[in-house]
């Protein structure tokens, strides 16, 4: 399973566009790469999935260069409520091996 | 309905005592999770189930005891707890197969603590 690594924490203010990114470095040709948001005392919530290149939709795009070490979640014009730890995770598409690890995640805190 | 419920939302028990962590969900899903999570700590993985069987059991201790009765449930059987042992227990469900199992629905959690 590859190894990911994500800043501990970031500040920022509301209204700006955040990028989080997450490196992969070992990810393997059949990995794909997932984010979860997680707030205090909440389960998990998925965001956004992807393999290559760009993903959008209603909530975040993620941008997955192409040697795909590493990839980028952006949320646009965040909120308050989008103070939370963000999750890279990176798991086979093939084998659909259910062993999900999280990583140490990213602690956004959104400032007024 | 995208929802997995857990219950109780809190526990409190003491470290003789027999206790049950139970999760549902109605999204048809035919995988499910168990999860510990410590404050300020990542999620771990505790066991999977994989059309009502064990798939995956992370060598977590056997005063930890999962149940799938079917489908739509998933039980965790406490007993003879530490302290330690003290945290966020949380279920969670997706479908299988691909990178559908990475598309996990969560529940709230349940917080317990052991005196």
């Known amino acids: 399973l590859a190894k990911t690594t994500q800043p501990i924490s970031m500040d920022s203010y509301e209204g700006q566009e955040v990028n989080i990114t997450c490196s992969h470095n070992?990810?393997?040709?059949?990995?794909?790469i997932t984010w979860y948001q997680q707030f205090p005392s909440q389960g998990p919530r998925f965001i956004i999935q992807g393999y290559k290149t760009k993903v959008t939709n209603e909530v975040a795009s993620l941008f997955i260069p192409a040697d795909r070490k590493s990839s980028t979640l952006s949320l646009p014009r965040v909120s308050l409520s989008d103070t939370a730890v963000y999750y890279c995770?990176?798991?086979?598409?093939?084998?659909?091996?259910?062993?999900?690890?999280f990583g140490a995640g990213t602690r956004l805190f959104v400032k007024a | 309905d995208t929802e997995v419920t857990q219950t109780p939302k809190h526990l409190v028990m003491g470290m003789t005592n027999k206790k049950s962590l139970k999760c549902e969900q109605h999204?048809?899903?035919?995988?499910m999770y168990w999860y510990k999570q410590k404050a300020k700590k990542p999620p771990e993985l505790m066991f999977v189930?994989?059309?009502?069987?064990?798939?995956i059991n992370e060598s977590v201790p056997s005063r930890f005891s999962p149940e799938c009765p079917n489908s739509s449930l998933l039980n965790l059987h406490l007993h003879a707890l530490q302290p330690e042992d003290s945290a966020l227990y949380l279920c969670?469900?997706?479908?299988?197969?691909?990178?559908?199992?990475?598309?996990?629905?969560f529940g709230p959690g349940t917080r317990l603590t052991v005196t």
């Open positions: 995770l990176v798991g086979d598409m093939n084998t659909g091996g259910f062993k999900t690890i």
């Open positions: 070992n990810i393997a040709t059949n990995d794909y």
């Open positions: 189930y994989s059309y009502e069987k064990l798939s």
């Open positions: 969670a469900s997706s479908g299988v197969g691909g990178i559908r199992v990475y598309e996990q629905y």
């Open positions: 999204m048809g899903h035919r995988a």
